[in-house]
DNA sequence: TATCTTTTAATAATGATTATAAAAACTTAA
DNA sequence: TTAAGTTTTTATAATCATTATTAAAAGATA
């Protein structure tokens, strides 16, 4: 955990940036809530916690900033606020997501499905990709099981 | 066009909602701009030319009434604007974008790319899939070529 | 016609995010 | 070290998209 938080330290005197007492607290959240997708609202009141002077527009704007350094990846689920993830290290950078339409959950595939479907769309498309974002709409296990005990019990 | 307006109409009768004025003139819209992915407000300012009295709160309540009745799609960017496409007739319900990071441009893609990777997600993680989503990032044939070309000229 | 329902317009309210301005903390160079 | 310049922070106001509210209008119904 402290060599992630050295590395992100480093990447910010690379860019002229300080890790200041906030980003770092900032920083710590986001290294402790790893699995989450923390809006900037959660960071904020998880940040409190420790460092209870911080504002909200700093949180703000750190997770700007990290997000420019693409320490983050700022994501949108749709709902309507921004979420924010720590990016994984030297991992290639995919965005796949299960989207539960009955709990809300979301669940994150690590996996890149789409290499063969990136080529088809390279050529037919002429279209050179940086970055892509697949979200999947549907029901998660949890609640397919949860439904099938209900069908059980009546 | 007036076919297209007529089985809308139908729709909503099915439901028991009515095509006021003001609805029609915002389905009419949408037809006639159907390439286009319009805002809330790109809807409202294109309605309003034709009945200026409208306002915008109804424009909102009529193109959430069209996204129930899956009339039209609400798509999301991530540019902080909900957008709307209306639904083509009898079509799967694909949402393959290519949003170009040079100009901005949003082409859309109507086939099934992920035929192969939906069996993936489904079996592997025992995730019901209803829908998805997928957005390419990249550099749109456009842009390549005016790269190109500007190249060429230096 | 009287009444019940649906729809609308106008406007206020909300919630996420960004901008601004003044203070505080750091840096740097004389 | 000290004065000046830069970066960062805080607090707060402003903005922008969207939703809620409320009263009036239009339509349907009995």
Redesign the pocket.
Known sequence: MENRLDRIKKQLHAQ???L????EATVRVLLENEADHL???DVYLLVKEK?P??????V???L?LLTELKVVDKINFGD???RYDLRREGAEHFHHHLVCIECGAVDEIQEDLLEDVEKIVEERWRFKIKDHRLTFHGICHRCQDKKASEQKQA
Chains 1, 2 share one sequence.
């Open positions: 002229k940036y300080k200041t007492p906030q980003r809006s900037a609202e460092a002077e911080i504002g909200l527009a700093t703000y704007r750190t700007e309507g606020v921004s």
